[in-house]
């Protein structure tokens, strides 16, 4: 396993500042900069962008309402859940204001409608046919400074079919620093893995902020097979180099054969036992949104990571689910994307929705990630005295026709 020379953190060029602000603006856990941010864009506006997206063929028609982050975290990824795939949706973008959505007046004329907001307009939000999720989650692992113990968290299959492959394909960690080595990484690993992965909806922190924001203050890891590099990972270290956080990776040219080798995990079991062995007490898989339908979420469960709520402004955000009409293909989206929501005590939960004809989908596993509990919920119940059949009749929104960026 490679080694790593603890670095000296020294100051971007003056021309690297406004980057630096920026990203510290959208995912530092200072104080000054998450609740600043959290007042300016969740307590302060009283109109935000509101679009609304259908394909038509009888699938479910959803919109989101709330801050811009919505439009490239959870509208599409709703819209990719709700299919089918290859057809663009039409997204019809309005502003809407935050009294209409707490009264519920002139709102989207849609089957689903996702409100996202601060935790306090949250509570006053409608309770029928609703759920209260959190905005977006994070996946910590604890770590122990014997790579033994660590290993023991991932499962037993997961371990086993690691050891062979890594016999069997010598696979390596590396590590390294240059800028040739991070823009090796970020144009032949992570660009084209995040394409073949979202396409056209693919996100990406830009170029130069993830050398200057990231790189400058972090790791690039490498796993090699039989020498050659096939898959990396760039982490950013947190406050005392306690936390490491991964946050791009990719396999080499984002090629299918190394998906199907198994190396993406390697990539992070490596990593968890070279923190490790370095005292670091927490590996932050980074965040994912709230339901278990999510591939991301399935595939780091195996790591059994606990499930956190991100020290970020999105700490304070909430994502506010409604059913607005009742149909069988609402009730197919719903079953077959359980979701993770806030509980009584304000915890958080595993939930499933089913009824007579549709069976819970318990296959999107919970186990092993820290939530409190699973929940159960009946269709019938949850969505009693509803409109029935597809959204939209009689029922207006002021907006435009346009493909809409959350930039």
Not at 13 to 27: D, S, V
């Amino acid at each position: 396993m490679g080694t790593s020379r603890r670095r000296r953190w020294r100051p971007p060029p003056l021309n690297a500042w406004p980057l630096e602000f920026r990203f510290a603006w959208g995912t530092s856990p200072n104080p000054l900069f998450a609740r600043t941010r959290h007042w300016l864009r969740g307590e302060l506006p009283r109109r935000f962008p509101c679009v609304a997206s259908s394909v038509g063929g009888g699938a479910p028609s959803l919109a989101y309402a709330g801050p811009v982050e919505g439009l490239s975290h959870v509208l599409p990824f709703l819209e990719e859940r709700r299919g089918p795939a290859g057809r663009t949706p039409l997204r019809v973008a309005g502003r809407i204001r935050w009294t209409s959505l707490a009264a519920r007046r002139n709102l989207p004329p849609v089957d689903l409608l996702a409100v996202g907001c601060t935790a306090r307009r949250a509570a006053r939000l409608p309770t029928r046919a609703s759920l209260v999720l959190p905005f977006r989650l994070h996946l910590v692992v604890p770590l122990a400074p014997d790579p033994a113990v660590v290993r023991q968290r991932v499962s037993r299959k997961d371990r086993q079919q690691f050891a062979r492959q890594q016999r069997a394909l010598d696979w390596r960690l590396e590590t390294a620093t240059t800028r040739a080595d991070f823009d090796d990484f970020y144009e032949r690993f992570h660009l084209p893995t995040m394409r073949r992965r979202h396409g056209e909806a693919t996100r990406s922190l830009d170029r130069e902020s993830a050398y200057h924001c990231v790189l400058s203050r972090g790791e690039l890891f490498f796993v090699t097979q039989r020498g050659e590099r096939v898959a990396g990972m760039l982490c950013r270290w947190g406050p005392g180099r306690r936390t490491l956080t991964l946050r791009l990776a990719g396999v080499l040219d984002g090629a299918e054969e190394h998906y199907r080798s198994g190396v993406l995990m390697a990539v992070y079991l490596l990593i968890q036992e070279w923190a490790a062995l370095r005292h670091v007490t927490s590996l932050d898989l980074s965040g994912c949104e709230p339901f278990l339908s999510k591939g991301i979420f399935q595939f780091k469960r195996k790591l059994h990571p606990v499930v956190t709520r991100p020290a970020d402004h999105f700490a304070g955000k909430r994502l506010w689910l409604q059913v607005q009409r009742d149909s069988p293909e609402v009730r197919d989206f719903l079953v077959a994307n359980p979701v993770i929501a806030e509980d009584d005590a304000g915890g958080l939960e595993a939930v499933y929705f089913f009824d007579r004809e549709r069976p819970a989908r318990l296959d999107y596993r919970w186990q092993g990630t820290g939530l409190s509990r699973r929940r159960l919920i009946e269709l019938d119940a949850f969505l009693a005295d509803l409109p029935a059949g597809a959204a939209g009749r009689g029922a207006r929104f002021t907006g435009s026709a346009s493909s809409v960026s959350a930039s």
